[in-house]
């Protein structure tokens, strides 16, 4: 059985960091697309930085560029999403997702991925 098990989050002020972790089990770790998505009330959810296992190679959106970092640890099958200078409008559920996928290229629509996380809230205030 396919898990995806998300740690991390919380409350910050605005410029702060904070560091949410995922794990994959009962699945192999390469050849997967891991994302982070997050979500408003009201809003669709959106892909917010991804990472292709079998290379490494990751993807971010504009809001997250040059802010976030994801990464992931192979040994520990977890991808971590490292984000910094946070600002008000981060503030939302924030999910991990995993496909299985041989694609080079990140799939950004939510509606691609089978297994998710159970959400993190993170809190960003002026």
């Known amino acids: 059985q396919v898990q995806v098990v998300q740690s991390g989050g919380g409350s910050v002020q605005a410029g702060g960091s904070l560091r949410l972790s995922c794990i994959l089990s009962?699945?192999?770790?390469?050849?997967?697309?891991m994302g982070w998505f997050r979500q408003v009330p009201g809003k669709e959810r959106e892909g917010v930085a991804g990472?292709?296992?079998?290379?490494?190679?990751?993807f971010y959106a504009d809001s997250a560029k040059g802010r976030f970092t994801i990464s992931q640890d192979n040994a520990k099958n977890t991808v971590y999403l490292q984000m910094n200078s946070l600002k008000p409008e981060d503030t939302a559920m924030y999910y991990c997702a995993a496909r299985s996928s041989r694609d080079f290229v990140f799939s950004w629509p939510s509606t691609d991925y089978s297994y998710w996380g159970q959400g993190t809230q993170v809190t960003v205030s002026s």
């Open positions: 990472i292709i296992t079998s290379s490494s190679v990751t």
């Open positions: 009962g699945s192999t770790f390469r050849g997967k697309h």
